[in-house]
C-alpha cells in the first residue's frame, strides 16, 4: 500500500461496489454458462454493450465533454450520456472534471490517478480512495443542461441501461438472465478494467515520441486493449485533437466514428494538431534523443536539425497561403493564382521529405530510433 492510499480514507461504497460486481460476473456468469450454456443473445449483448459503454467513454464522456475536441448533435450527446452512465464511472460532471485535473496536473499529488503513485493506485486505487469533493467542476460543464440533468439521474439511468437494458433484450429473444449477466455485469467488469488501463498501462509501456514532460506512452497494443486510447504520448501532447490515432490505420475507433458521423453532421468543429506542428514535436524529441544519448553528433546533425524546423516554417506558411488562396480568390483567377499557390506548397513538401529522409538515416545511424514511432 502506497504512503497516498494510507492518508485517505477508503470509500465503502466504491470498494463493495468493485468488489462485488466481479464477484457476480464470475460466479453468477459462471454457473449460468455451465449450468445453461452461452446463448448467442449473451455473446451479442456482450460485445454490443461493450462497444456503446466503451464508445460513449471515449468519443463521448473523454473527448467530447472532457476535451471539447469536437461539437455533436443532441440526440448523440444523450446517447454518450446515457450508456456513460450505464459504464459506471460516475456522472460525465465529475469524470469529466476529474479528467481535466489529471492533465493539468499530471504526474503530480494533484493528479487524481498519478501514475507514480503507483500502477495500482492509478489503475483502480483512486477510486477505492476517494475525495472528489475538494475538486470544484468546470464552468462549461456546470452550464451544459445536458450535462447537469445526467448529473443528477446518472444512478438510476446506469441501472436502467447497464441492467434492465440487456435484460430485456435478453429476455425478447428468450434468454434475460443470459442478457443479465454477460450483456450487464460480465461486460460491466471487463469494460471497467480496459477503461482503466488507460489510466495505468497507457503511462506505463510504449514510446514517447512527441514529448518526454509527462508519463503518458504511445503503444497500438495498449490502444486494442482501451478501445483506441492507447497513443497517449500524443494524447497529452495534445489534448484538443479529436483523434489519438493520428494515422488512418492507427487503431482507434472513436476517431473513426467521429469522423463517420461528422459527413452526416452529426458532429462538426472536429479540432485536428496542424500537421507542421506534430512533425517538429517528433523531430525535437528525435534531436533530444541523439544528443542526450552522444552529447554532440557532429556539425551536420544539428545543422540538418536547424534546416529541418526552418522547412517546417515554410511548409507551414506556404500551406496557409495556398489555403487562404482558395478562399479568396475569384472564380476567373482560382486556376492560375491558387494553382501556383499549390505548386509551392507541393514543392515545399517534397524539399522537406528529402531532408526528412536524410535526417531519419542519420537518427538510425545514431542509434535513437527505439522510443521514437516513426509515421
Same mark, same amino acid.
Given at each position: 500500500?502506497s504512503i497516498r492510499?494510507?492518508t485517505?480514507?477508503v470509500?465503502?461504497?466504491?470498494?463493495?461496489?468493485?468488489i462485488?460486481?466481479?464477484?457476480?460476473?464470475v460466479?453468477g456468469?459462471?454457473y449460468?454458462g455451465w449450468?445453461?450454456g452461452?446463448?448467442w443473445?449473451?455473446v451479442?449483448?456482450f460485445?454490443g454493450?461493450?462497444?456503446?459503454?466503451?464508445?460513449? *467513454?471515449?468519443?463521448g464522456?473523454?473527448r467530447?465533454?472532457?476535451?471539447r475536441?469536437?461539437?455533436?448533435a443532441p440526440?448523440?450527446?444523450?446517447?454518450?450520456?446515457?450508456?456513460g452512465?450505464a459504464a459506471?464511472?460516475h456522472?460525465?460532471?465529475?469524470w469529466a472534471t476529474e479528467?481535466?485535473l489529471h492533465h493539468?496536473?499530471v504526474d503530480t499529488?494533484a493528479?487524481?490517478y498519478?501514475?507514480?503513485?503507483g500502477?495500482?493506485?492509478a489503475?483502480i486505487?483512486?477510486?477505492?480512495?476517494?475525495?472528489f469533493?475538494?475538486?470544484?467542476?468546470?464552468k462549461?460543464?456546470l452550464?451544459?443542461p445536458?450535462?447537469?440533468?445526467q448529473?443528477?439521474?446518472?444512478?438510476p439511468?446506469g441501472i436502467?441501461?447497464?441492467?434492465?437494458f440487456p435484460m430485456?433484450i435478453?429476455?425478447y429473444?428468450?434468454?434475460?438472465?443470459?442478457?443479465?449477466?454477460?450483456?450487464?455485469?460480465?461486460r460491466?467488469?471487463v469494460?471497467h478494467?480496459?477503461?482503466f488501463m488507460?489510466?495505468?498501462?497507457?503511462?506505463? *509501456?510504449g514510446?514517447?515520441?512527441y514529448?518526454?514532460?509527462?508519463?503518458?506512452r504511445?503503444s497500438?497494443i495498449?490502444a486494442?486493449?482501451t478501445?483506441?486510447e492507447?497513443?497517449?504520448?500524443f494524447h497529452?501532447w495534445?489534448p484538443?485533437?479529436?483523434?489519438?490515432g493520428?494515422?488512418?490505420?492507427h487503431?482507434?475507433?472513436?476517431?473513426?466514428f467521429?469522423?463517420t458521423?461528422s459527413?452526416?453532421?452529426?458532429t462538426?468543429a472536429c479540432?485536428?494538431a496542424?500537421e507542421?506542428?506534430?512533425?517538429?514535436?517528433r523531430?525535437?524529441?528525435?534531436?533530444?534523443r541523439?544528443?542526450?544519448r552522444?552529447?554532440?553528433?557532429?556539425e551536420k546533425?544539428?545543422?540538418l536539425f536547424?534546416?529541418?524546423?526552418?522547412? *517546417?516554417?515554410?511548409?507551414?506558411?506556404?500551406?496557409q497561403?495556398?489555403?487562404e488562396?482558395?478562399?479568396?480568390?475569384?472564380?476567373d483567377?482560382?486556376?492560375?493564382e491558387?494553382?501556383?499557390?499549390?505548386?509551392?506548397y507541393?514543392e515545399?513538401?517534397?524539399?522537406?521529405r528529402q531532408?526528412y529522409?536524410?535526417?531519419?538515416?542519420?537518427?538510425?545511424q545514431?542509434?535513437a530510433?527505439s522510443?521514437v514511432?516513426s509515421?
Open positions: 500500500m492510499m494510507m485517505k480514507k470509500n465503502p461504497l466504491n470498494t463493495v461496489f468493485f462485488g460486481t466481479p464477484l457476480i460476473a460466479l456468469g459462471g449460468y449450468s445453461h452461452i446463448t443473445v449473451a451479442m449483448l460485445f454493450m461493450l462497444t456503446l459503454t466503451l464508445m460513449s *467513454i471515449s468519443a464522456y473523454h467530447l465533454f472532457a476535451h475536441t469536437h461539437e455533436a440526440w448523440l450527446k444523450v446517447c454518450y450520456l446515457i450508456f452512465a459506471f464511472q456522472s460525465c460532471l465529475r479528467h481535466r493539468r496536473f499529488d493528479d487524481p498519478n501514475i507514480k503513485a500502477p495500482f493506485w489503475h486505487g483512486w477510486i477505492l480512495y476517494d475525495d469533493q475538494e475538486r470544484p467542476a468546470p462549461d460543464l452550464e451544459d445536458l450535462v447537469m440533468w448529473a443528477r439521474y446518472w444512478v439511468l436502467l441501461f447497464c441492467f434492465g430485456a435478453g429476455a429473444f428468450g434468454d434475460a438472465w443470459g442478457g443479465l449477466l454477460f450483456g450487464g455485469f460480465v460491466l467488469v469494460a478494467h480496459l477503461t488507460i489510466n495505468s498501462l497507457a503511462h506505463m *509501456i514510446s514517447q515520441p514529448t518526454d514532460e509527462n508519463t503518458g504511445d497500438w495498449t486494442i486493449f478501445f483506441g492507447g497513443y497517449h504520448n497529452h495534445n484538443g485533437d479529436y483523434r489519438n493520428i494515422r488512418f490505420y487503431w482507434d475507433p472513436p476517431k473513426w467521429i469522423r458521423m459527413w452526416f453532421g452529426q462538426w479540432k485536428r496542424p507542421e506542428a506534430i512533425l517538429r514535436a523531430i525535437k524529441m528525435e534531436h533530444q541523439v544528443r542526450s552522444h552529447g554532440s553528433f557532429g546533425f544539428d545543422e536547424e534546416n529541418l524546423m526552418h522547412e *517546417i516554417d515554410r511548409l507551414s506558411k506556404r500551406r497561403a495556398w489555403i488562396g482558395m478562399r479568396s480568390s475569384s472564380a483567377r482560382i486556376e492560375t491558387v494553382a501556383k499557390l499549390r505548386e509551392t507541393i515545399t513538401k517534397r524539399q522537406y531532408s529522409r536524410a535526417w531519419r538515416g542519420l537518427v538510425r545514431a542509434g530510433s522510443g514511432v509515421q
